[in-house]
């Protein structure tokens, strides 16, 4: 698929990952529709003025049904049709299993997982209908290896595995291609409030020995964007970590 003046809507993008592969796409001329609970700042949307593409921002809660059609409805009435498709949001509650609620449980799958659902379910009738579109979600290699005090992350991200490889199957047919990328850690905020202790813990687990960084995810968004015979496929970004 041609990237240029394509559509792009990214779930979650007002920062990290999301806002990478957000500039990454516009970069390479695609038409941006930012993505977040609040309301899209001026600042934020000012910083792509740059690629002299188009972009816009779309707030609501991907959890939510009807709020997800609400958003690919409002993008394209402001744009056109959504061509490319990122389920990005996420959140983490980390617990220990024999500690963790019921809450704590259902409201990570309520954003990770049904909500990458719903924003699919909202996208895919008008992407069949022009037989065009490219899905990306986002997972992690946690839910393709599991860790301590994540069963409700690693739950939410294989199930995203699993509705990746499913859809992908149903509308392969129709030109329309859903992937998965499966980041390790990824130097952000989080990381770099850590003590080099912990950072050096946590990159003895990486054969590579490093963390990855934005820009090497949003450079593998745009490749499976891009690609026309890749479908149903999960890639990892860890430096290894879960390699066979």
């Given at each position: 698929?041609?990237?240029?003046?394509?559509?792009?809507?990214?779930?979650?993008?007002?920062?990290?990952?999301?806002?990478?592969?957000?500039?990454?796409?516009?970069?390479?001329?695609?038409?941006?529709?930012?993505?977040?609970?609040?309301?899209?700042?001026?600042?934020?949307?000012?910083?792509?003025?740059?690629?002299?593409?188009?972009?816009?921002?779309?707030?609501?809660?991907?959890?939510?049904?009807?709020?997800?059609?609400?958003?690919?409805?409002?993008?394209?009435?402001?744009?056109?049709?959504?061509?490319?498709?990122?389920?990005?949001?996420?959140?983490?509650?980390?617990?220990?299993?024999?500690?963790?609620?019921?809450?704590?449980?259902?409201?990570?799958?309520?954003?990770?997982?049904?909500?990458?659902?719903?924003?699919?379910?909202?996208?895919?009738?008008?992407?069949?209908?022009?037989?065009?579109?490219?899905?990306i979600?986002?997972?992690?290699?946690?839910?393709?290896?599991?860790?301590?005090?994540?069963?409700n992350?690693?739950?939410?991200?294989?199930?995203l595995?699993?509705?990746?490889?499913?859809?992908?199957?149903e509308?392969?047919?129709?030109?329309?291609?859903?992937?998965?990328?499966?980041?390790?850690?990824?130097?952000?905020?989080?990381?770099?409030?850590?003590?080099?202790?912990?950072?050096?813990?946590?990159?003895?687990?990486?054969?590579?020995?490093?963390?990855?960084?934005?820009?090497?995810?949003?450079?593998?968004?745009?490749?499976?964007?891009?690609?026309?015979?890749?479908?149903?496929?999960?890639?990892?970004?860890?430096?290894?970590?879960?390699?066979?």
């Open positions: 698929m041609e990237i240029t003046n394509k559509n792009v809507f990214i779930s979650g993008s007002t920062r990290g990952i999301g806002l990478a592969i957000a500039h990454h796409f516009a970069a390479n001329g695609a038409n941006i529709i930012l993505n977040g609970r609040s309301e899209i700042a001026a600042d934020l949307l000012a910083s792509f003025d740059q690629y002299g593409v188009k972009v816009t921002g779309v707030s609501g809660d991907v959890s939510d049904f009807d709020d997800a059609k609400r958003m690919i409805d409002e993008a394209t009435t402001t744009l056109g049709s959504v061509d490319i498709l990122i389920n990005n949001a996420g959140i983490t509650a980390d617990k220990l299993m024999l500690k963790m609620t019921a809450d704590d449980f259902e409201k990570v799958l309520k954003i990770n997982l049904t909500g990458a659902f719903n924003m699919t379910q909202a996208v895919l009738k008008p992407m069949t209908k022009a037989r065009q579109g490219a899905i979600n986002m997972t992690s290699v946690v839910g393709l290896m599991g860790n301590i005090g994540q069963a992350y690693a739950a939410s991200k294989a199930g595995i699993g509705l990746t490889k499913s859809v992908a199957r509308v392969a047919g129709r030109n329309i291609r859903v992937n998965a990328i499966a980041p390790g850690f990824i130097e952000s905020d989080m990381t770099d409030v850590l003590s080099d202790k912990v950072k050096d813990t946590m990159k003895a687990q990486i054969p590579m020995k490093r963390f990855g960084n934005t820009d090497e995810i949003a450079t593998t968004a745009l490749f499976l964007a891009s690609q026309e015979y890749i479908t149903g496929q999960t890639i990892a970004i860890d430096g290894g970590m879960s390699m066979q």
